[in-house]
T-cell receptor
Framework: DAGVTQSPTHLIKTRGQHVTLRCSPI?????VSWYQQVLGQGPQFIFQ???????GRGNFPDRFSARQFPNYSSELNVNALLLGDSALYLC???????????????FGPGTRLTVT | QKEVEQDPGPLSVPEGAIVSLNCTYSNSAFQYFMWYRQYSRKGPELLMYTYSSGNKEDGRFTAQVDKSSKYISLFIRDSQPSDSATYLC????????????FGQGTILTVHP
């Protein structure tokens, strides 16, 4: 089975632009979470979606939004890009919303976003 | 006070050494404890997770949790050059559903 896939792999944008990142979870997983990882730091939680509904949001500005589709794939959108948004954006999937299995998350390779 | 503290290292050891990686946490709601390994320019890979105090062993890896001290450790026995990576501790619990809170990561290099 394929793992979590993300596209694109790399992206270069200029300040003020908008970006859309995509994620496909492991087959059978209904939960998708997004994380931002700045160089030299651990991942920071942005959103969790389960069954197309937002179930959790981290401490990120409203410029960040996401959605989940009926096939459980997900998009992360970032508007009005800032230099500080340069990071590795990670998508993780899990099978459940709650309980121990919800914390067993499997990460994709990430999308490396550079804002110039 | 940060919710999670992890020594960023870097840590350099010879092949075959025993490696000890540690994290402390302050959030009493954390009930689940995980260790991830991240190779350069890759996504984190789940190594081990547990939800109880004590030790959990998997091959050369042992995860140790001390809830009373809010302290977790990962031990790697007979370390190999292929173990060279960044190791991230992660925590979850309470009503935060699938949210994981990560440490900063410790960079480990095992040299032949």
């Amino acid at each position: 089975d394929a793992g979590v896939t993300q596209s694109p792999t790399h992206l270069i944008k200029t300040r003020g632009q908008h970006v859309t990142l995509r994620c496909s979870p492991i087959s059978g997983h209904k939960s998708v979470s997004w994380y931002q990882q700045v160089l030299g730091q651990g991942p920071q939680f942005i959103f969790q979606y389960y069954e197309k509904e937002e179930r959790g949001r981290g401490n990120f500005p409203d410029r960040f939004s996401a959605r989940q589709f009926p096939n459980y794939s997900s998009e992360l959108n970032v508007n009005a890009l800032l230099l500080g948004d340069s990071a590795l954006y990670l998508c993780a999937s899990s099978s459940l919303l709650t309980g121990l299995d919800s914390y067993e998350q499997y990460f994709g390779p990430g999308t490396r976003l550079t804002v110039t | 006070q940060k919710e999670v503290e992890q020594d960023p290292g870097p840590l350099s050891v010879p092949e075959g050494a025993i490696v000890s990686l540690n994290c402390t946490y302050s959030n009493s709601a954390f009930q689940y404890f995980m260790w991830y390994r991240q190779y350069s320019r890759k996504g984190p890979e789940l190594l081990m997770y547990t939800y109880s105090s004590g030790n959990k062993e998997d091959g050369r890896f042992t995860a140790q949790v001390d809830k009373s001290s809010k302290y977790i450790s990962l031990f790697i026995r007979d370390s190999q050059p292929s173990d060279s990576a960044t190791y991230l501790c992660a925590f979850a619990g309470g009503t935060s559903y699938g949210k994981l809170t990560f440490g900063q990561g410790t960079i480990l290099t095992v040299h032949p």
